[in-house]
């Protein structure tokens, strides 16, 4: 039954096996209707029946669940019935390119993990685990059948996150058409003529969300209104970056993806079963040897053994080959750097060079490339492989490889500090043509200092049509007028092509003519997005001047530069009128605490503490190195978490303070205060004199490291070197590039 007319054939087959005549159906239909205790129901008058089983009109849901009451069919039976009205019901709607029915797309195809194989347990998937947030989740969903809804569910890879997507879909529109976008313009396409009762699927949903042409809240919003289901998955840390505000005086990179996703209906999966969940497992592992396997598993997780997790880490960092060893590597790193797409084995074989020694390189066979690629295709377990291949099209063509989730993820926890050789930038560089792609290396690259890299793919992309390079370009040549002038005339959809150009301008140095921007919004906002500007580029004559005019949030910003900067007395006697005022002014107290701390003033600390000024005495504890108390503070949620940080400090543990930021970064941590984690990590080993250690964060993409850096060599006398690192930037092994590479000048 898939139309009106096999759905009205089937009705009327059902009625004359029960030998109900119309006039016994309308009967009957009011004998239910009148039933005590029960929900009254539809009157199915002689005229209704004969228009249901002559196919003259779709019954309405009701209509038909009386219709099947009257022809007493069983409870069991109603859902291949409903089926039916459902595929009846949309068998004329116009149909979504590429569209399928929900019951019948194949999961693995949506991104559902294969599993290992184990004896007994047939099929690429192993039976559904229920998880905890099912209910929450069909909630969601089945709330959305008549309005449409956003659904996204976030989680680490090999969670589960999109088989439960996947489970719950199937389960509440097995009739519906779903389409799988495979870019942001097939989104928009699908926005332009949308259609009712379609699941739109955004397994990976980052993926869709390119700066400047990818999904936004406007799109999002045509589907929504048309009754449309969208549902998605997307990483933690994905999801953190761009769903956090934007702080004052930076740049807001992810406007568009944070309005995007304040529209979503936003679940948590967790990254390992609750206990409740393990006791569903074990129910079911008696029929799935897989799930047994897994559960006798203690060093991973459930869903990542059964994705054969640990299995891909261990094929990668304890490879036999060299070489696949290296096609891997190269190819996390260009995911890890923003490449999503799929990399060609040219470009593999470019990029692999650097990643060997010497003596490698020189003992490498001819077809060395052939053996690394089926070594890093490996199926393992029957589950997964290091790289997976991406067909072009035709049978056995192979477009390129793309490195597996679960190794990106792990490597952004333990190698945020590496930078790929250059033979993988210029190999990204080289053959790299997707314009989402291309956005994300060059903001890599530049975050490095990278500029030989970054430089031409600005100039790939201005001539491809992106504003925003253009913008660059025209700031790296001088040209200021010519970028303001460009970004006037630039509708940026979800976000304002004035924030790119501040950005653009503060990153290269041109912080008066950042301010100039700022200050023709006329806003409140943009006065304090330019004292963090100022105050963030070291102008403190400004600031000062700012906060004797009476601008308190120059004056905040003011105090915590003077006190950083080794002038806590400074700072103490701007913050002490207000700190003693009555009511006194939280922050001034706040900082007047901090600079008596920094002075060793411990008497009026204590006497601040006595009178119950609560972050008095925690910063008595720091200074006194009372770091047990402080974390039982901190576990109990007494205290905030940067306290441990300033203790350290306090005590002279530099090495300890440098891990404690770093840590704060890979968790995506944010303190909430005037200055980020990466910002003071920056700082504190600039303080330190640790260039290495500081290069090293730089490489890595610590967007703050690269001042510093500079303000390091100055300070040790090196101010050639810290001039050409400016103009220059660096080579990746860390050296400071010359002359010779693309040149950008910076006015620091």
Known sequence: MNNLVELAACLDGLRRRRDLSYEAMERESRKLRSRPGESPREVLGKSTVGEIVNGKRLPSKDKLLTYLAVCRVASADLAQWLAAWERARTADLALPAGAIRVREVLPRRLGVHAAIRAEGAPGELPMYIPRDVDSQLRAALTAGVQQGCFVLLVG??????????????????????????????????????????????????????????????????????????????????????????????????????????????????????????????????????????????????????????????????????????AVITAAVDARCLGVGAPLTRELLADAVPGYLTSAQRAAAANDWLDHALDYATTLLRGAASALRPVDDGTMGGISGYIAADYLVQHSRRTRRTHCPPASAWQALVDHIDDHDALEQLEANADARMLYRYSRPILQRLAEAGNRGAEIQIRIDQGDLEGAIAEARGWDLEGADASDFLIWALTNRGYIDAAASELRTRNHWASRVEIVALLSNNDRLDELKALAEAGDEYAARRLAFQLARRGR??????????????????????????????????????????????????????????????????????????????????????VDDAVAELRRHIEENYDNGGDIDPAEQLAELLATHGLLDELKAELRAGNPCAGKWLANLLTNHGQVEQANQLLRFGLNPDGTIASPDATTRIYKF
């Open 156 to 325: 680490g890879s090999l969670v589960g996150k999109t088989r439960t997507l996947y489970e719950a879909v199937r389960n509440t529109f097995p009739e519906w058409w779903l389409v799988h976008p495979a870019d942001s313009e097939e989104i928009r396409t699908l926005a332009a003529a949308p259609t009712a009762r379609t699941v739109v699927w955004l397994d990976e949903l980052q993926t869709y969300l390119a700066r400047d042409t990818g999904l936004t809240a406007g799109t999002a919003r045509a589907l929504l209104r048309a009754g449309m289901v969208l549902v998605g998955t997307m990483w933690p840390d994905e999801y953190a970056t761009r769903i956090d505000p934007r702080r004052p005086g930076d740049d807001d990179h992810h406007a568009s993806g944070r309005e995007l996703l304040d529209l979503a209906h936003v679940i948590d999966v967790a990254p390992a079963l609750s206990d409740m969940e393990r006791r569903r497992a074990q129910e079911l592992a008696g029929v799935d040897g897989r799930i047994l396997e897994a559960l006798d598993n203690v060093d991973a997780g459930v869903t990542q053994v059964l994705a054969a997790g640990p299995e891909l880490l261990r094929w990668w960092e304890q490879a036999v080959n060299p070489y696949g060893q």
């Open 568 to 653: 806590p007395e400074e700072a103490l006697a701007l913050v002490r009128p207000q700190a003693d005022a009555t009511p006194p002014n939280e922050w001034a107290a706040a900082w007047m605490v901090e600079c008596l701390a920094l002075l060793d003033r411990l008497d009026e600390l204590q006497t601040r503490s006595d009178a119950g000024d609560e972050y008095a005495e925690l910063r008595l504890l720091a200074r006194r190195g009372h770091l047990d108390e402080l974390r039982a503070r901190v576990a109990a949620g007494e205290a905030y978490e940067g306290i441990i940080l300033t203790a350290l400090l306090d005590l002279g543990r």
